[in-house]
C-alpha cells in the first residue's frame, strides 16, 4: 500500500517532465529511498507466487538428492526457475558437465532478448556498464514483468536503486524459502502444488497482457502463446527461442502494415 | 566428468557453476551488450521487445501446456479451459490480476477433485 502511494507520487513527478530524458533533475528522495520501495514489492501477489513455485522447487530438489545447501547454491547462483529444474534434471539423469551445461544454456537463451529489452528501461544517463551486469543477474520472468510495468512509474536515475531492491530482495527471499521448506521438508498432497504451479503461468498471462504500452505487445503475446505449441512438434530443444523469433516477426510485420491502427497510446 | 564424478565436497557446487551459473548469465551479460546499444525510441527497442514478449508468452504457453512436477498429470484440457476462463474473466471482469488467478485455480481445482 505505501509502495503503491510512493509509486503514484513518482509517477506524478516523471508525467510532469516532458521529456523521459530529462527525468534527472532535483529528487527529493535518495537512491536508497528508492531501494526500499523497490525492495518492498517482496510483499507483492508476483513476489508471493513467485515464493510458492519455489516451494514446488524444495521439493522437487530434494526428491532428486540434490542437498539442502546445493539447492539453495543452486537458486542464489542460477536465479532463473526453469534452468534450476533442467540442472537438476541434468544431474538425476547423469549427464556429462558439458551436456548439462548445454541443456541449461538452451533454456537460459530467452534471458537474453529479456536482458536487451529490460537495459534501455532500467539504465540512466550516467549507469556504469557494471552496474547493469551485476544487476542484470537479477532479472528473471517475474522481475522483469513486475519492472517492464513499474520502472516506468520512477525517475531515471533512481531506476538501477529501484531494481536493485526489488531484484536483490527477490533472490535472497527466495533463497531463503528454498532453505526453510527444505529443511522442514514440508509436505504437501499433490493437488496442493498442482494448484500452485498453476498460478504463475496465470499471473503472467494477466500481468503481461496488462503492462503492455502498445497494442504491438499484445500482438507479441498472442503470437507466443499460439505459435509455441506448433514449434514444440517440430522444434522441442529451440521451441522459446524460436516462438520468441517468429512472434517478434509476426508483430513487426503487424507494426509495418497496420501502423496507423495502433497509434495514439 | 558427471555430478557423481569426485567426492569431494566443492565439486557439486564446481558443477552448479559451470553447468547452471556461466550458461545462464552468459546470455544475460551479451543481453546487457545488446540492450546497451539500443536507443530508447528505435525501431530496434520494438523489435527486441517484441520478441522478449513473445518470448515470454511462450513461456507461459510452456507452462500450460507442458508442465513439471504434479500438475503434469492433469489434463491437458482442465489446463487450457481453465487458463482461457481465468484470462477471458481478467478481460472482461474490470481488469484485475486477482480475478484471473481466482477463476483460473477454482475451475482447475473442481477439475482435480472430480477426476
Known amino acids: ?265 | 566428468m558427471t555430478w557423481a564424478s569426485l567426492t569431494d565436497w566443492w565439486w557439486p557446487y564446481l558443477f552448479i557453476l559451470l553447468a547452471g551459473w556461466l550458461p545462464t548469465d552468459i546470455w544475460r551479460f551479451i543481453g546487457v551488450l545488446i540492450g546497451g546499444r539500443v536507443r530508447e525510441d528505435s525501431e530496434a527497442l520494438v523489435i527486441v521487445r517484441a520478441v522478449a514478449t513473445a518470448l515470454v508468452a511462450g513461456v507461459i504457453a510452456q507452462l500450460i501446456l507442458y508442465p513439471s512436477g504434479s500438475l503434469a498429470e492433469s489434463s491437458v484440457f482442465l489446463r487450457v479451459g481453465a487458463a482461457a476462463a481465468g484470462f477471458a474473466a481478467y478481460l472482461y471482469l474490470g481488469r484485475r490480476i486477482i480475478v484471473s488467478v481466482i477463476v483460473a485455480e477454482f475451475i482447475l481445482i473442481m477439475g482435480l477433485l472430480l477426476s
Open chain 1, 1 to 265: 500500500m505505501l509502495a503503491s502511494i510512493l509509486m503514484f507520487i513518482a509517477g506524478c513527478m516523471t508525467d510532469s517532465e516532458l521529456p523521459s530524458h530529462q527525468a534527472e533533475v532535483a529528487d527529493p528522495r535518495t537512491g536508497f529511498s528508492w531501494f526500499l520501495s523497490g525492495a518492498s514489492l517482496v510483499f507483492s501477489v508476483p513476489a508471493l507466487i513467485l515464493m510458492t513455485a519455489h516451494v514446488g522447487f524444495a521439493g522437487f530438489a530434494s526428491e532428486n538428492g540434490v542437498s539442502l545447501f546445493q539447492a539453495t547454491f543452486m537458486v542464489a547462483a542460477i536465479w532463473a526457475l526453469p534452468a534450476n529444474i533442467v540442472l537438476i534434471g541434468a544431474i538425476s539423469g547423469g549427464y556429462s558437465l558439458l551436456g548439462a551445461a548445454i541443456a541449461v544454456a538452451l533454456s537460459s537463451i530467452r534471458l537474453m532478448p529479456m536482458v536487451a529489452a529490460f537495459v534501455p528501461e532500467m539504465r540512466g544517463s550516467r549507469t556504469r556498464k557494471f552496474t547493469l551486469l551485476f544487476l542484470s543477474h537479477f532479472i528473471a520472468v517475474t522481475a522483469w514483468v513486475i519492472g517492464m510495468e513499474r520502472l516506468q512509474h520512477v525517475p531515471r536515475n533512481m531506476r538501477t536503486s529501484y531494481f536493485a531492491g526489488l531484484g536483490m530482495t527477490l533472490t535472497i527471499t527466495n533463497t531463503l524459502v528454498v532453505a526453510i521448506v527444505y529443511f522442514l521438508s514440508a509436505d504437501f498432497p499433490p493437488i496442493v502444488f498442482a494448484a500452485l504451479f498453476f498460478l504463475t503461468p496465470m499471473y503472467f498471462l494477466a500481468s503481461l497482457w496488462g503492462s503492455a504500452r502498445d497494442h504491438s505487445i499484445h500482438i507479441a503475446m498472442i503470437s507466443g502463446l499460439l505459435l509455441f505449441p506448433l514449434i514444440h512438434l517440430f522444434a522441442p530443444a529451440y521451441d522459446l527461442l524460436l516462438t520468441g523469433l517468429a512472434g517478434g516477426a509476426v508483430t513487426m510485420g503487424y507494426v509495418r502494415w497496420l501502423p496507423k491502427k495502433s497509434e495514439g497510446r
